[in-house]
């Protein structure tokens, strides 16, 4: 019979060396881990007029308190012992009470989308040309702006009316009546065929470039401005003013009345982030200790269904993380939806990672490298890995996914708490990261919650520090600001980095770029 085993919840570090479990309850209590960097969010500003004044208003909104205008509404339950405030859902003290600098509802660069232009795009009836003209009227001013003007923003904040939100995703439907229709258009296996043998009509290849990029907003607009270094934080304006939008019956049409804190929470730590700041890292540092997670995405247009991108996030216990684009080749294993890389490509991919982490560190390299994954590596892979770290760096790989063949369940209205986890052998383990948390006094969930199955598949080390590794790197999401995410952030964004990096043509290079430009 195992031993079921407890790990105590991670501490995260804040200002004057203070660490908390709770991000917000350290950004309240104490301030962000970085003092004066930035000092104040230089921020641009995009989008049509209405949607700019919503943003400018909501941003004076949340330098005062913000309270949910009422309780939550998805189901989650208190512990019998809670009493008083929702500790899940704490109230939002200010910007600058809990990040110490100001946000100014002045933006330093505003660029207005006509709104007449922006809807004659984004009601296109081909859906290639509708989500690329969209993106286009976004993308262009924010680089011609970068071009012209001396203020350079350190975020954009690029505000979206909900009928982008909703036209230019990957399965979105247009109304009949409401559609623009196309004045020219190709199939795709024609611009296809014009990608792959450009025409002498400049005219055909322009109107063939829609089709090289994917149907999604969100990851063409970053895809598109990687190389500009733009960081960029979308904003639906429905979820910052949703009041503004009634339904037949004169109710707000997105029920938001229960979120409001957890929204200013969130962006204010993704803008605080991506504009240069460390809202916090981990309390217990391991030196000499750097995390990778291996991204991979199948190029659906490429002739070879086995070619696939592959990517690298390395992040370090200081939250600090870079993502490296690897080689496009035929990683993609189809029959079992595995991806394996070559040893020339793993070698190549770990180098980079070495080399990123030494230049942070005055030559040295990391003494660990952990490699974390969805499947076991193969040899010929795992060979590779080695070669590019070198004599100097011991590598360990682990495989990590959800286990959904265990399940434990309590005498009690709660499920097992966040944190245990049992050993199987040497090697592997069983944690559960979701579950019921003490400080919060709830579980924020609906469903009996499933453990990760950790496998040290490669190399050497304890398996009860990879356990207590991977329930830390649950806590570095600075995208969004919760107790904790269910997944490690070196696999958590994997598959949104992977669609970023494919969102376009293959065929142009990515450098290392802060991970604040994919989220």
């Known amino acids: 019979m195992p031993e079921l085993r407890y790990i105590k919840e991670p501490g995260l570090l804040f200002r004057h060396d203070q660490a908390v479990e709770d991000p917000r309850d350290g950004l309240t209590l104490f301030g962000p881990l ?10 641009g500003l995009i989008g049509p007029e209405d949607s700019l004044q919503r943003v400018e208003r909501w941003v004076s909104g949340i330098n005062r308190r913000v309270v949910d205008s009422e309780p939550a509404r998805y189901g989650r339950k208190q512990s019998p012992s809670a009493r008083g405030p929702d500790l899940a859902r704490p109230p939002y003290p200010g910007f600058h009470a809990a990040f110490e600098i100001p946000w100014s509802n002045k933006p330093v660069q505003r660029l207005t989308v006509p709104e007449k232009e922006l809807a004659k795009v984004a009601f296109l009836d081909d859906p290639h040309q509708r989500v690329f003209n969209t993106v286009n009227a976004y993308s262009e001013r924010i680089i011609d702006c970068l071009r012209r003007e001396e203020a350079r923003p350190d975020v954009w904040c690029v505000a979206i009316p909900e009928y982008v939100y909703l036209n230019c995703r990957q399965r979105s439907y247009v109304e009949t009546s409401e559609r623009v229709k196309a004045e020219a258009r190709l199939t795709r296996s024609e611009a296809k065929a014009i990608a792959a043998a450009p025409l002498l009509f400049e005219e055909e290849n322009k109107l063939a470039k829609p089709y090289e990029y994917e149907l999604n907003f969100h990851h063409q607009l970053k895809a598109r401005l990687l190389s500009h270094n733009a960081p960029t934080q979308i904003i639906r304006e429905t979820t910052i003013a949703h009041r503004d939008f009634l339904d037949s019956k004169g109710e707000p049409t997105r029920k938001l009345d229960g979120m409001e804190s957890a929204i200013a929470w969130t962006i204010s730590t993704a803008a605080f982030y991506k504009s240069g700041g460390r809202p916090w890292k981990l309390g217990a540092a391991r030196p000499g200790v750097c995390y990778v997670g291996l991204v991979f995405k199948q190029d659906e247009k490429h002739r070879d269904p086995r070619t696939a991108c592959c990517a690298a996030q390395m992040f370090l216990d200081s939250g600090d993380g870079v993502v490296f684009k690897g080689a496009v080749g035929p990683w993609y294993r189809g029959k079992r939806g595995l991806f394996h890389l070559s040893r020339e490509a793993a070698t190549e991919v770990i180098r980079m990672c070495i080399d990123s982490y030494a230049d942070r560190f005055d030559g040295e390299p990391p003494d660990e490298v952990f490699i974390h994954g969805r499947v076991r590596f193969e040899d010929d892979e795992w060979a590779g890995f080695l070669d590019g770290a070198g004599g100097k760096t011991r590598v360990v790989g682990v495989r990590i996914r959800d286990d959904e063949d265990l ?11 966040r944190g245990h986890w049992f050993r199987i052998g040497d090697r592997m383990a069983s944690l559960w990261t979701r579950g019921f948390v003490p400080r919060l006094r709830s579980y924020p969930g ?6 990760l199955f950790i496998d040290v598949c490669r190399g050497e080390a304890d398996i009860e520090t990879v356990v207590r590794d991977v329930l830390a790197l649950t806590k570095l999401n600075y995208n969004s600001c919760v107790f904790a995410d269910g997944a490690p952030v070196t696999l958590k964004f994997a598959k949104a980095v992977g669609e970023i990096l494919t969102a376009g043509p293959l065929d142009g290079t990515v450098p290392p770029l802060p991970f604040k430009h994919y989220i």
């Open 34 to 43: 970085d003092e004066g960097k930035p000092y104040g969010i230089r921020w």
């Open 407 to 417: 399940k434990v369940f309590r005498r009690s209205a709660f499920p097992i708490l």
């Open 446 to 451: 609906l469903e009996v919650p499933n453990p």
